[in-house]
C-alpha cells in the first residue's frame, strides 16, 4: 500500500540553526500537507501544497513539493525554541480511499537555547 | 481550533474490559477519523466515517469497532482492551466540500493506559 516516508526521525538543533525534514512517498500525491504537534498536544494544520514543484513559505518556515509529486520538504530557517515539536507530512492519493491521509512517522525537532 | 472534544482525557483500565471513547464535534463536518499515536509509529488510522452510520477499516482497525449515530458523535469502541491498546487516541475531522482539500482537524486526545 501506499507509504509516506519522512526522515529524519529526531532532529536536535542549536537556536539558530536551521532546520529540514524531508518527506518521501511511494506513489504520486494529490497533495500533501504538513502538520505540527506540540510537546502534549495535538496535530495542527500548518499548510497544504497541491501542485507540482510549489513553494510557499510561512514566515521562517518554507515548504515544497517535488516536481513529481513524491517528496515535499518543509526548511525551518533560524529556529526559535518556540519550534519545538514534531512535524508530520500527510500524503493524499485520490487512487485511495477519499479523505485518508497517509501519514509519516514526522520528525521531532528539539531545539537548544 | 475547530470545535472538536473527547472524552474522556484520560483513563486506565484493565486488560479484558470494555472502552469506549467520544468524539463531539460542533462543525457539522462530514468526515470523522480515529487515530492511534505511538512512539515510533506516528499516526495511524483506525477507523473512519463518512457519514451518519457509514463507516470503514483503517489500517490498524483489529480490536477495534466504532458507531456514528448522529452527524456530531464518533465512538470508538475496545470491546476488550489489552496492554497493546495502551495508547494517545486522537479524533480528527474534515469536510470535503472542495475538491483536493482534506484538511483534518484534531482534537485534544484521550491517554489510554490499559493495565
Known amino acids: 500500500g501506499q507509504q509516506v516516508m519522512q526522515i529524519p526521525q529526531y532532529q536536535h538543533v542549536q537556536e539558530g540553526e536551521d532546520f529540514t525534514t524531508y518527506c518521501n512517498s511511494s506513489?504520486?500525491?494529490?497533495?500533501i500537507q504538513w502538520y505540527k504537534q506540540r510537546p502534549g498536544g495535538h496535530p495542527v494544520f500548518l499548510i497544504q501544497l497541491v501542485k507540482s514543484g510549489e513553494v510557499k513559505k510561512q514566515k521562517r518556515l518554507t515548504f515544497q513539493f517535488g516536481e513529481a509529486k513524491k517528496n515535499s520538504s518543509l526548511h525551518i530557517t533560524a529556529t526559535q525554541t518556540t519550534d519545538v515539536g514534531t512535524y508530520f507530512c500527510a500524503g493524499l492519493n485520490y487512487g485511495g480511499s477519499q479523505g485518508n491521509l497517509i501519514f509519516g512517522k514526522g520528525t521531532k525537532l528539539s531545539v537548544k537555547p | 481550533d475547530a470545535g472538536i472534544t473527547q472524552s474522556p482525557r484520560h483513563k486506565v483500565t484493565e486488560t479484558g474490559t470494555p472502552v469506549t471513547l467520544r468524539c463531539h464535534q460542533t462543525?457539522?463536518?462530514?468526515?470523522m477519523y480515529w487515530y492511534r499515536q505511538d512512539p515510533g509509529h506516528g499516526l495511524r488510522l483506525i477507523h473512519y466515517?463518512?457519514?451518519?452510520?457509514?463507516?470503514d477499516k483503517g489500517e490498524v482497525s483489529d480490536g477495534y469497532s466504532v458507531s456514528r449515530s448522529k452527524t456530531e458523535d464518533f465512538l470508538l469502541t475496545l470491546e476488550s482492551a489489552t496492554s497493546s491498546q495502551t495508547s494517545v487516541y486522537f479524533c480528527a475531522i474534515s469536510e470535503s466540500t472542495v475538491i483536493r482539500q482534506e484538511t483534518q482537524y484534531f482534537g485534544p486526545g484521550t491517554r489510554l493506559l490499559v493495565l
Open positions: 466515517s463518512y457519514g451518519v452510520k457509514d463507516t
Open positions: 462543525e457539522n463536518h462530514r468526515y
Open positions: 506513489t504520486t500525491l494529490s497533495n
